[in-house]
């Protein structure tokens, strides 16, 4: 199960399709925080830990 921290970071390793659910959810809310800046080097480097994290969460749901 995927435990979010009041910075939206998922903090535990997915397991199944709702923790795949709430890591795109995670994602979705990174991204609309961030709004219509440019992405800086270690925002963009969250991001993508947030993708893996979603990623790690599809591949176990499948």
Not at 9 to 37: K, L, Q
């Amino acid at each position: 199960m995927i435990v979010m921290r009041d910075d939206t970071r998922p903090t535990a390793t997915p397991s199944g399709a709702a923790d795949a659910a709430a890591a795109n959810e995670a994602i979705r809310r990174y991204v609309r925080a961030h709004g219509n800046r440019p992405w800086g080097e270690r925002e963009a480097a969250e991001l993508a830990r947030l993708r893996r994290v979603w990623l790690a969460a599809i591949r176990t749901a499948a």
